[in-house]
């Protein structure tokens, strides 16, 4: 058993002892074993920050899908054609407080349901005035539409059938009328109809078409159907499905039950449309997918010429100690310790390049992310995959350098001037 212990410590030994002497050779030649670290350090460094501009892609491109809503089912009065002219989408006014209460109580794939009015209008603040976009809702469009409130609180079931004068403002809208001022509790005049603030909406900012989500003010669709628009006649019906999977089938049901309400034949149009703008993010989604996968295959090429560079390099190490490995050989040592030197300076090489790479990809990655103001997500598994690539470079690249090291004629070596 000590003889054997002892064994195992003297190959130990001489493995650091050729490791060792392996970083001398390469410190010798500084300059060159610099710049073929540089291909390495330049090509992990790539890998990671392309992998961290992607993750941060598609997790904007989520907060967008996330924004649209709560498993949204988006149901809007549609058009008919009118002597062969079509009338479009809100061509006729089709969708009733009725349809969106038999969805409700005929869908169970259907979770939350909010009526939808809405449109464009004048609203006054003292002196201040902005036109914006209204909605009239109900307190469950908040939930469908995952936004919460910044100050205050929502409106009511209660305050929805009084057709009570309230409303909730995005922060657009309360930076044009109230500055740094506080608007809760203020009054504010909607087409000339006094309204009470009762709450500010977190901000969202932009949808994925560019336009400001926060540029609005919400009521209680009782306010605006019977003080405003002056009709019974519904927009929209926003529903939230009970899951992500449900969204298509919950929207095919409802469809199914609004047909039956609109008595339509079996060979007529839809007198109403079901949207899906989750698709269109998706699609988004899936795009940014396939473009960072593209980018890692791009950046990983630099990995594979820095790769070659070792090669080269290892090859004229070879060429230029040709004596010195003969003289290795002449004096006893094995093949073995001659291929396990070369290909240690190899990995060293990739190694090092590799951890320079490492630092270099997460600088550059969160200097990149603040430049563009994203939340950047470095992966821990990008890191630690180039690190591991990087020392598969070194030693698929130092293997045959290092192979025709060992099986060098130690006559012939001996003999090369």
Request: with cysteine; charged share 20%.
């Amino acid at each position: 058993m000590r003889a054997r212990s002892g064994l195992a410590l003297e190959t130990a030994l001489n493995h650091l002892a050729l490791l060792g002497s392996a970083l001398r050779a390469l410190l010798r030649n500084k300059m060159r074993s610099l710049l073929t670290i540089l291909g390495i350090t330049i090509g992990i460094a790539a890998v990671i920050c392309v992998v961290a501009i992607g993750k941060a892609g598609q997790a904007r491109v989520q907060e967008q899908m996330n924004n649209l809503g709560d498993n949204l089912v988006w149901i809007e009065a549609g058009g008919r054609a009118v002597n062969g002219v079509r009338t479009g989408s809100h061509g006729v006014p089709t969708l009733t407080l009725g349809d969106a209460q038999a969805i409700a109580r005929q869908v169970p794939l259907i979770r939350r349901v909010s009526p939808n009015v809405d449109g464009s209008i004048q609203v006054v603040y003292g002196n201040q005035n902005w036109f914006t976009h209204y909605r009239g809702v109900a307190p469950s469009f908040f939930d469908i539409k995952r936004w919460p409130t910044e100050h205050g609180a929502v409106f009511t079931n209660d305050d929805v059938d009084r057709a009570a004068d309230v409303c909730v403002i995005g922060r657009t809208v309360r930076t044009q009328l109230f500055g740094t001022e506080n608007p809760l509790e203020q009054v504010v005049r909607i087409n000339g109809l006094p309204c009470r603030v009762v709450a500010t909406l977190q901000p969202k900012g932009l949808s994925a078409s560019g336009q400001d989500q926060d540029d609005l003010i919400v009521l209680p669709y009782t306010t605006v159907m019977k003080k405003i628009q002056g009709n019974a006649w519904l927009d929209d019906i926003l529903c939230s499905a009970v899951s992500p999977n449900a969204v298509r089938l919950a929207g095919d049901q409802a469809a199914a039950v609004l047909r039956d309400r609109h008595h339509l034949r079996g060979d007529e149009e839809d007198d109403f449309n079901i949207r899906h703008p989750e698709d269109v993010i998706q699609a988004q989604l899936e795009a940014s997918h396939t473009m960072t996968l593209l980018l890692v295959a791009i950046a990983s090429i630099s990995l594979l010429v820095g790769g070659i560079g070792i090669m080269n390099v290892m090859l004229v190490s070879v060429t230029e100690r040709t004596r010195e490995i003969g003289v290795r050989v002449a004096v006893g040592a094995t093949e073995d310790a001659i291929q396990l030197q070369f290909l240690g300076e190899s990995v060293m090489l990739s190694l090092v390049g590799g951890a320079a790479g490492v630092l270099l990809g997460v600088i550059g990655s969160v200097a990149v992310g603040r430049t563009l103001g994203w939340p950047m997500q470095l992966s821990g598994e990008a890191i630690v995959l180039a690190a591991l690539f990087s020392a598969a470079v070194g030693v698929f690249f130092g293997y045959y350098p290092a192979r025709k090291a060992s099986l060098l004629d130690p006559i012939e070596a001996l003999r090369y001037e």
